[in-house]
């Protein structure tokens, strides 16, 4: 059973930083690519970040030049480094693992709660 485990959530001013940490129970380099979606509330789940197998990263338009997708294979941990948070960026951040290359299949985490305020 993949289990993905994210943690790094909490309260933060805005303009500030954060990271959140997302940990796989199995190899991630088993996947097409690992990800970040966020849902604020009253708000459907949307991309926020993904990284592919090989390193390759996408970024939704609002989070381009301020967060940061990275991966440790190693770890099997994904990473999103925030910085110059807004307001805005308000939502639980679940992390994703798509496509495992022998079933198909894809995961989420439980999520972690990111709150940007004053």
């Known amino acids: 059973q993949v289990q993905l485990v994210e943690s790094g959530g909490g309260l933060v001013q805005p303009g500030g930083s954060l990271s959140v940490s997302c940990a796989a129970s199995?190899?991630?380099?088993?996947?097409?690519?690992m990800g970040w979606y966020r849902q604020a509330p009253g708000k459907e789940r949307e991309l926020v970040a993904t990284?592919?197998?090989?390193?390759?990263?996408k970024y939704e338009d609002s989070v381009k030049g301020r967060f940061t997708i990275s991966r440790d294979n190693a770890k099997n941990t994904v990473y999103l480094q925030m910085n110059s948070l807004k307001p805005e960026d308000t939502a639980v951040y679940y992390c994703n693992a798509r496509g495992e290359l022998t079933t198909g299949m894809d995961y989420w985490g439980k999520g972690t709660l990111v709150t940007v305020s004053s």
């Open positions: 990284i592919s197998r090989t390193g390759n990263t």
């Open positions: 199995v190899s991630i380099f088993a996947f097409n690519a």
